[in-house]
């Protein structure tokens, strides 16, 4: 690709991510427009061999990035919690233990500068935390050092995954290279990732910590496959201390003709995940983290795939929504198929693949989706032969349709051609490779 197009590319692609930062989410027509332009230029660097110009198309990634420094998100409204958690943690006070609702008009919130105008920005204002420790230590930090100033504690709070992403561009490059790749594809398989407009606008823009939680998870990966089990364990724990999740990768770790290393595997890992509790720890965490996480699977949805098929087919059966019983139904056959990709012999899988599968499992199977949940995907399948989780990427963004009509209202259309278009080439891809 000539060097004036490459440059070119880039300039238009800063111009796209200015405007799509800037952008309410309820603006549809322009939002989608914004988002298939990124794409299509992302698709055609890629396409033109994008790994020549390596040096400049990386530092524009990471400019992009930094486009976002400046303005609060406008996609997503998760970091108004955030910063809520980081006051009253910033003032003395456990976030785990307080419904917001509950404590508003209370002298507590005046003394942790907690606002009405804040608080109606809150998306669950009725349910505790979730966010685990280790995250909810960077809340405080951010509200103690942004002040009252909500766009100075966002740029804290954004500054952790900044470093992330620059944590897993490197990562992915030198996995790429354990993997026995030539230096074309290591450059090449870097980008991938790194000027994908999915994760360039939901992790740094709309502040997302996926981007912290994969470059963790990428870390405990390298070291496993250098044979170092202490920093592996290490890392994936801090993965699971950012966020749950990357504990369901842990069964694909285990050695099963050797069980005293697995043991002492899960022991580190244990270990450093449940470490930041200690500093948290009261008798009502554990009920009202479980009361959240248990509300998370019988009462949210969006974006699901095969929870909505069953939702349908159980309302004419029994006249209701039964999300309380499928959920946790579906969660369940979560839990046997990741095992199933996990251990059985029969696949012929590589590691970074069995995790590409487990998570896929996972969300599958999940009530909610959102676009951002899919960026670990993204990183792993650089490491692997299947490339469906790119164009999970590409068609994601149109769930934001959503948010376009008042009430919020889910078109049910584009969520089943979502999950028609990737599910075919997820099909395709496993059958070819089988081959």
Excluded at 235 to 248: D, E, H, M, N, Q
Excluded at 390 to 412: D, H, I, K, R
């Amino acid at each position: 690709m000539r060097r004036w197009a490459l440059g070119l590319g880039v300039v238009l692609s800063g111009i796209g991510y200015y405007f799509l930062m800037q952008i309410a989410r309820t603006e549809t027509t322009t939002l989608l427009t914004l988002w298939g332009g990124l794409f299509g230029l992302y698709g055609i660097a890629l396409y033109c061999k994008a790994e020549s110009g390596f040096s400049l198309l990386i530092g524009a990634a990471l400019a992009f990035r930094l486009i976002g420094l400046t303005s609060m998100p406008t996609l997503s409204d998760d970091v108004y919690r955030f910063i809520w958690d980081g006051r009253l943690l910033a003032h003395g006070y456990n976030p785990f233990l307080y419904l917001p609702s509950e404590i508003l008009s209370t002298p507590l919130a005046a003394k942790a500068e907690l606002t009405d105008a804040l608080f109606q920005k809150l998306n669950s204002p009725h349910y505790y935390t979730v966010y685990p420790p280790l995250l909810q230590g960077w809340f405080g930090v951010s509200a103690t050092w942004g002040g009252t100033d909500e766009l100075a504690t966002a740029f804290w709070l954004r500054l952790p995954i900044l470093l992330g992403e620059l944590g897993t561009c490197w990562l992915l490059y030198r996995l790429l290279s354990l993997l026995g790749k030539d230096e074309a594809t290591m450059k090449r398989g870097v980008l991938l990732y790194a000027l994908n407009p999915l994760v360039i606008v939901e992790l740094t823009a709309n502040i997302h910590y996926e981007g912290l939680t994969t470059c963790f998870l990428l870390a405990g990966l390298y070291f496993y496959q250098k044979h170092k089990d202490l920093p592996s364990a290490t890392y994936l724990g801090i993965a699971a201390g950012v966020k749950l999740l990357p504990l369901i990768f842990l069964p694909a770790l285990l050695d099963k003709g050797r069980w005293r290393k697995s043991l002492r595997y899960v022991l580190a890992t244990g270990v450093v995940f449940l470490f930041p509790f200690l500093f948290f720890f009261d008798a009502a965490i554990l009920e009202n983290l479980s009361t959240s996480l248990d509300l998370y699977f019988r009462r949210f949805e969006f974006n699901a795939s095969l929870y909505y098929i069953l939702r349908e087919v159980g309302t004419l059966i029994w006249g209701y929504n039964p999300i309380a019983t499928i959920g946790p139904f579906l969660a369940l056959v979560a839990a046997s198929l990741i095992l199933f990709f996990s251990w059985s012999q029969r696949l012929k899988l590589s590691l970074p693949e069995r995790w590409l599968w487990v998570l896929s499992t996972y969300l599958l199977c999940a009530t909610t989706v959102h676009p951002w949940y899919v960026v670990p995907l993204i990183a792993l399948c650089v490491l692997t032969r299947f490339r469906f989780p790119l164009l999970w990427s590409v068609v994601l963004p149109l769930t934001y349709v959503a948010y376009g009509q008042v009430p919020f209202y889910e078109n049910l259309w584009i969520v089943g051609m979502e999950y028609g278009i990737v599910g075919g080439w997820m099909v395709w891809e496993s059958l070819r490779f089988r081959e």
